[in-house]
């Protein structure tokens, strides 16, 4: 073997060496964890910006709460003596959709206070719609097969955003429209009652 054929060898075992550890520092940088996004901090405070408590029982409260979401404009998916659920759907924007999810959770108070808390928060999902355009194959001779899009597409909507609102305003406008649905007749009526016995 010449020096001159040694020393190509030579030269093109460093190159493939190199070429190695470079794909190995890059194999072992893609193996390291991504940095996560940092979670939005959650605290347990005193404020009452999602409970109230009312007059009356956990059935009155309730049904109170589901006239309430009905004069909105909710649909009602479930309603019973002591949980309301509502659903109500919006369109801000021509691709874009958002529905407010509103759960509201009768409990009694003490018992003998004739009161009763409810407890209430709302989800607002937003989803943005997805276009996926058709395509199709075409023959054309000795060119071969030619793909060509088609004016036909499937939408689709995709959840691109969930949070429980915040807003103490709004939970607030709730509870006052809340008690204008509370029947003061049936809850002066169990009072008395209650006083008899």
């Not at 001159?4 to 470079?22: E, K, W």
């Not at 409810?118 to 997805?130: E, I, M, S």
């Amino acid at each position: 073997m010449n020096i001159f054929t040694r020393s190509r060898r030579l030269a093109f075992t460093s190159i493939a060496l190199s070429c190695l550890g470079l794909s190995a520092c890059s194999t072992v940088t893609s193996m390291q964890p991504q940095q996560s996004v940092a979670a939005q901090p959650e605290e347990f405070l005193s404020s009452a910006a999602y409970t109230q408590s009312f007059p009356g029982t956990e059935r009155q409260t309730c049904e109170a709460a589901r006239r309430a979401l009905l004069s909105q404009g909710y649909v009602i998916g479930e309603a019973g003596e002591s949980s309301v659920r509502g659903r109500k759907y919006f369109q801000p924007e021509a691709d874009v959709h958002v529905q407010i999810e509103f759960h509201v959770t009768c409990a009694p108070n003490n018992q003998g206070s004739n009161s009763t808390t409810a407890f209430a928060n709302a989800v607002r999902d937003r989803y943005t719609l997805r276009k996926s355009s058709n395509s199709a194959s075409l023959g054309v001779g000795a060119l071969g097969s030619i793909s060509l899009p088609f004016g036909s597409s499937d939408d689709a909507l995709v959840k691109v955003a969930s949070e429980t609102i915040p807003s103490k305003q709004f939970y607030g406008q709730f509870f006052d429209l809340l008690e204008r649905y509370l029947d003061p007749t049936a809850t002066a009526v169990q009072v008395e009652t209650e006083k008899a016995h």
